[in-house]
């Protein structure tokens, strides 16, 4: 069953590390947002890299000719997260999940669909939950990609994403 | 310890770096904004109760160390790691240089580690012929630069935008420009490059953890992520020390290390990487090979000073200590600058290259008050001062002034007599054309004891 204070906390962390979240009751919803998503960026230049490992990446409609295999060259990652951890409004990829976690670090736009059911209160409920056998690589991504290297002024967009939006289904 | 015995020269590097307004104005900006950022994130959580824990934890790792190493090395060895023991910093070149170039490489990205910064890691694989490329937007641009990173968490806050517009037009061919956003774009796309041509990565460590065998690399940009999963072959190098005991330990620290650092609850990526890639994964360095690096450590830990071990690199010290703020870090010319980089270098390097740094603060204290593992730095400097004493690196003057100070208040008589001659010797010394003779400061009109009467 889905905590909705669990979910709230999850969604106005996720404000506070400048990403946008969106929540959608089903898969009708979710495919609309995704598709009103991507097409705010900028239309004709499109190409989105979908893993299509899980169901609900493989349910996601995008017409084949937007596609691409090669996430180095992709201008958006659409993709389904392991987790989330509602304390820092952070997202988890897992590499047991079979695809590439930096998939989701080369495109400029980071679009990523995370399961109510899957979202953990703090790191602690998220690393019991995994038990002693973890997977090679757990990323946790929080935000956009920032640096304030220069004059200490806040720049997004350094080596990852630009921009993140994360629906809530 | 190193080769280089004379002494850090930190008089003249501060008088340089105060006479430098441009250096003086980048510092109160970025200084002031981390204190500010870091104010606003501690007040939000139970801080003393957090850092008591904290340092207790850091403690148990410093009582158990050899026990701890050995069981991060059983762990990180079992999920197909292959963990090299260092005793020292040319030990740990060598262990990088002989894998890299076992392997054929020629291209290398780094992700930020001050530990190897304090190998010099860089220098010895120019020298083979291997180009290791830093992928932090910072370190980049020392690095372009020549130089060395001034603070252990913002490498390149001496530099002005303007600075960095005119080396990114020189070293790279770009239109100049001074927009942050802009010169971001551009380290991007020449580090992309870098990145996917890259044979292997070399990265530090923010943590390892005992239990798991996992190391935790924290950043903001994703230059960690990439390092450690575009190629196919990764070298970690972190000292010993990192070691943490438990993962839910490191869910505790997550909260601590960036709160402490930049402010933030927690950085943008936070990547845990425990050992190499398992049939089914597609993510995850092929080859996974972890230098574990003693470089003095274990001499630490045996020592009154193991507190200092404590140290998990946040940078709290440096922002609020009233000498960095004003000198930055080049002045201290050592890895680690600011209050813990005083007491590290010192005993890495020795009290003979190193004394001058003991000078290098006013032992206010803000440095104990802000640190999140509660490292005694006050304690630790002040033990050290002392140890300089016993050691006689202290001048001649010094000694004598502070004999002579030390006779005078020990007696009424001459503490009075040497009151009023102070008042005589002032008035004939501010004649004397000649600083700092001419610069010391005024008596009071009236003394204190009188005025308290």
């Known amino acids: ?169 | 310890m190193s080769r280089d015995t004379a002494p850090i020269p930190f008089r003249e590097n501060s008088a340089r770096a105060l006479n430098d307004a441009a250096l003086r104005h980048a510092l109160v900006v970025a200084t002031d904004a981390f204190v500010r950022l870091r104010t606003a994130a501690v007040t939000s959580i139970p801080f003393e109760d957090w850092r008591a824990r904290a340092s207790d934890i850091r403690m148990e790792v410093l009582e158990g160390l050899p026990q701890y190493v050995e069981r991060f090395t059983e762990a990180a060895t079992k999920v197909g790691a292959q963990v090299h023991y260092a005793v020292d910093a040319s030990a740990a070149r060598e262990v990088v240089a002989s894998i890299l170039t076992g392997h054929g490489v020629r291209k290398v990205v780094k992700a930020k580690s001050m530990v190897t910064e304090e190998i010099h890691l860089n220098h010895h694989l120019e020298g083979l012929g291997i180009e290791a490329v830093e992928t932090d937007l910072g370190e980049y641009i020392v690095q372009l630069a020549g130089e060395t990173p001034s603070h252990i968490l913002a490498p390149a806050i001496h530099r002005s935008r303007k600075d960095v517009g005119k080396l990114f037009a020189e070293k790279l061919g770009v239109p100049y420009s001074e927009d942050p956003a802009v010169l971001t774009k551009v380290a991007r796309k020449a580090l992309r490059e870098k990145f996917l041509a890259a044979e292997a990565g070399i990265s530090g460590a923010n943590f390892a953890v005992a239990e798991t065998g996992s190391i935790a690399i924290f950043t903001n940009e994703g230059n960690g992520r990439m390092v450690t999963t575009l190629p196919r072959l990764h070298v970690a190098v972190f000292t010993i020390e990192k070691i943490l005991p438990r993962l839910a330990d490191l869910a505790f620290f997550a909260r601590m290390l960036p709160r402490s650092a930049s402010g933030q609850p927690l950085s943008s990526y936070l990547s845990i990487i425990t050992g190499t890639r398992k049939p089914g994964e597609a993510t995850g360095a092929e080859e996974l090979h972890i230098v574990l690096l003693d470089n003095g450590r274990t001499r630490i830990r045996d020592s009154e000073f193991r507190e200092i071990l404590k140290c998990i690199r946040c940078s709290a010290c440096l922002n609020v200590c009233p000498v960095f703020r004003k000198v930055g870090g080049h002045a201290y010319a050592s890895t680690y600058p600011g209050p813990m980089g005083i007491v590290l270098t010192t005993l890495l390097d020795g009290m003979e290259r190193a004394h001058p740094l003991l000078d290098a603060t006013t032992l206010c204290g803000a440095c104990s008050e802000v640190c999140p593992v509660k490292v005694p730095l006050v304690n630790l400097i002040r033990a050290l001062r002392e140890r300089k004493v016993e050691m006689g690196f202290t001048s001649g003057a010094e000694k004598h002034a502070m004999t002579a100070f030390g006779a005078a208040v020990g007696s009424p008589f001459l503490f009075r007599t040497g009151q009023a001659m102070w008042r005589v010797l002032w008035g004939l010394a501010r004649h004397v054309d000649r600083p700092p003779l001419n610069r010391l400061p005024r008596p009071a009109a009236d003394t204190f004891r009188r005025r308290l009467r």
Request: aromatic share 6%; with cysteine.
């Open chain 1, 1 to 169: 069953m889905t905590d909705v204070s669990l979910l709230e906390r999850f969604i106005e962390n996720v404000g506070k590390v400048s990403a946008e979240a969106f929540r959608a009751s089903g898969a009708d919803e979710l495919n609309s947002l995704v598709w009103r998503i991507v097409g705010e960026d900028a239309a004709g230049k499109v190409s989105v890299y979908c893993p299509r490992v899980t169901e609900k990446e493989k349910a996601v409609n995008i017409p084949p000719a937007l596609l691409t295999d090669n996430y180095v060259s992709a201008s958006v990652c659409v993709e389904e997260a392991f987790a989330a951890v509602a304390e820092t409004g952070s997202l988890i990829w897992s590499s047991r999940s079979g695809k590439p976690v930096q998939g989701g670090l080369l495109p400029a736009h980071h679009l990523a669909i995370v399961s109510a059911e899957h979202i953990y209160e703090s790191f602690e409920d998220l690393f019991a939950a995994l038990g002693p056998n973890l997977p090679t690589n757990i990323t946790v991504e929080s935000g956009p990609s920032r640096t304030a290297d220069i004059e200490l002024t806040l720049t997004v967009g350094v080596h990852g994403p630009e921009r993140l939006t994360i629906i809530v289904v």
